[in-house]
């Protein structure tokens, strides 16, 4: 059965710690896989996959993903309280569209 | 719009009534997608279409779940006879995909209905 699944499950750390967040993945026919922050409301978009081994970044975060091992990781360096959310990974696979989730990892940043 | 837009984005329902749940999708999005997200859980793909054809609905988890596009811009979900179980976020999102022409353009979601069914 195809699957995402996040670890771990939920993370706290303090103001200025970096934390690294893992996806797996078990698909058919991978196309590309995607990092979402959501907070309170609507999942917002952060990284989105295809290529093994090639870093994306945007400011303290980072994602790099790897299509041998069917994993990738969230960086998040010198973290802040604004960083407190779920982070969520999603795969597109096969011939779809839709987004298959994982369950995502809850981080706390405290003061 | 600026965004995807949801209405309402809170609703309490009573076991057994029918529910309709809307979405405005970012102006000129092709793509249309429902999730279902239950507390501490990742979103689960509902249903999709592109414009006003529903391409994917193998998601919905019962026949009282109906999902429309009329027009190919704004959507309706609809749960007859709502459960407890159907106590949920609703997410809609939408993007500028068209099917089989690749992965490079992300979702862009709403901020969901939270149904709860008492």
């Known amino acids: 059965e195809d699957k995402v699944v996040q670890s771990p499950l939920s993370l706290v750390v303090h103001e200025g710690d970096t934390v690294t967040l893992n996806c797996s993945y078990e698909?058919?026919?991978?196309?590309?896989l995607l990092w979402y922050k959501q907070e309170k409301k609507a999942p917002t978009f952060l990284f989105m996959l295809t290529s093994s081994g090639i870093e994306k970044k945007s400011g303290r975060l980072s994602s790099i993903l790897d299509k041998k091992e069917l994993f990738s990781i969230l960086n998040i360096t010198a973290t802040q309280t604004g960083d407190s959310a779920v982070y969520l990974c999603a795969v597109k696979y096969n011939a779809g569209n839709m987004l298959t989730f994982g369950g995502g990892t809850r981080l706390m940043v405290k003061p | 719009g600026a965004g995807v837009s949801q209405s309402p984005r809170y609703k309490v329902a009573k076991r057994g009534q029918d529910v309709a749940l809307r979405c405005d999708p970012i102006?000129?999005?092709?793509?249309l997608f429902w999730y279902q997200q239950a507390l501490g859980q990742g979103p689960e793909f509902l249903t999709y279409?592109?414009?006003?054809?529903?391409?994917?609905k193998s998601g919905l988890p019962s026949d009282r779940f109906f999902a429309e596009r009329p027009e190919g811009s704004v959507s309706t979900l609809k749960i007859q006879r709502t459960q407890q179980e159907d106590s949920a976020v609703y997410l809609c999102?939408?993007?500028?995909?068209?099917?089989?022409?690749?992965?490079?353009?992300?979702?862009?979601f709403g901020p969901g209905t939270r149904l709860t069914v008492l």
């Open positions: 102006s000129g999005h092709v793509s």
């Open positions: 999102a939408s993007s500028s995909m068209e099917r089989g022409r690749g992965s490079r353009n992300e979702q862009f």
């Open positions: 279409f592109q414009n006003e054809a529903q391409l994917d």
């Open positions: 698909v058919t026919n991978f196309r590309s």
